[in-house]
């Protein structure tokens, strides 16, 4: 087996502060938000323990909040909460990630088709906008922004579609998704310039009100589950990394004597 790739374990002191959270928002919603975003970014390693006093006391609130944004992420299939065995980020799991793939695929190829229906000209103004951005970023080899960007150039295609609790419901499924491509960036798995090409075509279906060509467009942007499959396999390192990490959250928590959840 090759060298493991690591990702710092840095201390929890180091990744969680009250100016580390995101303006705006209950406190909750802020709380799972950072942790959101920690763990997506592998700064929360797979296997990890998350104390809710200990993040409480480093953000100065009371663990009310913190408890309720970690049930939010166990929902969301970001920790496994061990009864009477502590917390824990979950490892990464390749068929919640394809499961994460074709709810996306689904809702957002019928969004799509919506947007060309029934979008407004500020619809088409925001998403040109988004577009002019992420050619910025990717021109300056910002990755992380282009990230961000792409994601609200999403959210704005269900925006357009009039059904913007589609993308919550996609936002809410797709966290093995935004894991993944967070791994991809950092094995330097990109194809920024292809994507703002897609996301052109997306957006110039859409402008035209052309069903088919709209269908067309995000299908071929998205992918299938086999695209996704073969794009994984031609990349062995990322492979590795995920066998490697759960296997080291196995024998972690076996020699912690806690029973693993079924």
Not at 131 to 137: D, G, I, M, T, W
Not at 200 to 209: D, H, L, P, R, Y
């Amino acid at each position: 087996m090759s060298e493991m790739t690591e990702f710092p374990s840095l201390p929890l002191s180091d990744l969680v502060s009250p100016q580390d959270l995101p303006v705006g928002g209950n406190m909750t919603n802020r709380i799972h938000a950072l942790l959101r975003k920690l763990i997506v970014e592998v700064r929360l390693l797979p296997g990890r323990a998350l104390s809710e006093k200990e993040i409480a006391a480093l953000l100065h609130v009371s663990k009310t909040p913190v408890r309720e944004a970690i049930i939010r992420l166990a929902e969301e299939g970001f920790v496994t909460v061990v009864p009477q065995g502590g917390t824990y980020i979950a490892p990464i799991d390749v068929q919640r990630y394809m499961e994460a793939c074709f709810i996306r695929f689904k809702l957002e190829e019928g969004a799509v088709v919506e947007a060309a229906k029934r979008h407004s000209l500020e619809d088409i103004a925001r998403l040109k906008t988004s577009l002019a951005q992420q050619r910025a970023a990717a021109e300056g080899e910002q990755f992380t922004d282009f990230f961000l960007l792409d994601e609200e150039f999403h959210r704005t295609i269900f925006a357009a579609a009039r059904l913007p609790g589609a993308w919550s419901v996609v936002n809410q499924a797709k966290g093995e998704m935004d894991r993944m491509r967070h791994l991809k960036r950092v094995f330097a798995v990109r194809r920024t310039e292809k994507v703002i090409e897609e996301h052109e075509n997306i957006v110039a279906a859409i402008e035209s009100g052309d069903v088919d060509r709209a269908r067309e467009a995000v299908q071929s942007h998205l992918g299938s589950l086999e695209s996704k499959i073969l794009e994984l396999s031609k990349n062995p390192k990322i492979w590795t990394y995920i066998e490697q990490i759960n296997t080291r959250v196995i024998k972690k928590r076996v020699s912690r004597g806690s029973q693993l959840p079924a």
